[in-house]
């Protein structure tokens, strides 16, 4: 499973043997079941994950109880409440299994010092925040300008292996319609 891993940093920066193993010695791995929380709305959070295999939604509850989706992590991909991971606070949002899942977690100290014996990693967290920032602020332009069915186009071609896998009520509440308006929109 880490092999996963060294390909993923390898994308963005080079990596010797001795500095991978020395990587892979701050982090952990962890399965979870469908439906398993990693996080807990309230909880403090211990951990960023990286995503080997399964499916996550990170999710809000607001005062009502409604759940909105604000993102699903799929293979690849980093999640975690990160307010509260960097801060040391307690989580505003849930972390939540939608497939088995298997992940390699990394604890807010062990982030820390991996980036002071191992500099360069500093570049990759870098560049992965960086494309993560950008994503959330086009999802929001994206609530905010364009229509529905603007928006179910753009996660259908950014992302078409979400729609096999993630059932059309989670897709709507992630596109901010309702079940049946998505129903209109795929036929």
């Known amino acids: 499973m880490y092999h996963e891993l060294k390909r993923h940093i390898e994308e963005v920066i080079p990596l010797t043997d001795d500095e991978f193993s020395l990587i892979i010695a701050h982090f952990t791995t962890q399965k979870f079941k469908k ?21 996550l939604k990170l999710i809000y509850h607001d005062m009502s109880g409604k759940e909105h ?14 307010y509260a991971f960097y801060s040391a606070s307690r989580a505003t949002m ?17 982030f820390r010092r991996l980036c002071e014996t191992l500099p360069k990693i500093v570049s990759f967290f870098l560049q992965k925040a960086t494309s ?18 603007e928006r179910y186009e753009q996660l259908l071609h950014r992302y078409p292996s979400l729609f096999q896998r993630v059932p059309k009520k989670l897709l709507a509440s992630y596109l901010g319609v309702s ?6 929109l795929t036929t």
């Open 69 to 82: 989706i604000l993102s699903f992590a799929m293979e690849d991909w980093w999640e975690t409440d990160y």
């Open 35 to 55: 439906n398993e929380f990693l996080i807990r709305q309230d909880e403090r959070v211990k951990h960023t994950y990286f995503v080997i295999s399964g499916l």
């Open 179 to 184: 079940r049946e308006r998505l129903s209109r």
């Open 94 to 110: 849930s972390l939540q299994c939608l497939e088995n899942t298997e992940v390699l977690c990394i604890t807010f100290e062990d």
């Open 132 to 149: 993560g920032h950008i994503a959330s602020q086009q999802r929001i332009l994206s609530l905010l300008s364009s229509s529905a069915k």
